[in-house]
């Protein structure tokens, strides 16, 4: 039990990987705004490598702008490095039940779909983040 009765809450660590700056943007807002500590990958080898430090962003959100086709790929090849068990949250803008179930089946926590709900995303990536680490 802590000392202080009102610990300040710990913020989180949220990785996005997009290619498109204006998605970026809206994503670096949202999420400072929301008290989250946020980083920016553009392509899948900064991913990767940004995956394999200890100091990992606890939640991903990758945007299909990586590669509509690949998103299941990218989602198995992270889930197979031993160090990325985080939340990864897809977004994408059309998909249909079968790939989304593939994304899913691939280690997706979570298959949202453009236009962006924000706060309802935001909810999610906490709600996961949350059962990871108590």
């Known amino acids: ?28 807002g949202w999420f400072a705004k929301h008290g989250m500590y946020v980083g920016l990958v553009t392509d899948v080898a900064q991913l990767t ?3 394999r430090f200890p100091e990992a962003p606890e939640g991903l959100v990758l945007d299909d702008s990586l590669g509509a086709a690949q998103l299941a790929a ?13 939340t ?3 977004a994408a803008g059309t998909f249909t039940e079968e790939q989304e179930v593939d ?19 935001l909810f999610r990536l906490q709600r996961f983040m949350k059962a990871r680490h108590g």
Do not use: C, Y
Request: avoid cysteine; charge should be positive; charged fraction near 20%.
């Open 49 to 51: 490598d940004a995956a």
């Open 74 to 86: 990218i989602t198995r090849g992270l889930r197979k490095q031993g160090s990325w068990s985080k």
């Open 103 to 121: 994304l899913l089946k691939a280690g997706a926590n979570e298959v949202v779909a453009k236009p962006l709900r924000m706060t309802a995303m």
């Open 1 to 28: 039990m802590s000392d202080n009765p009102n610990p300040t809450p710990v913020a989180h660590r949220v990785l996005v990987a997009t290619s498109q700056s204006d998605v970026a943007m809206m994503f670096l």
């Open 88 to 90: 990864i949250i897809v």
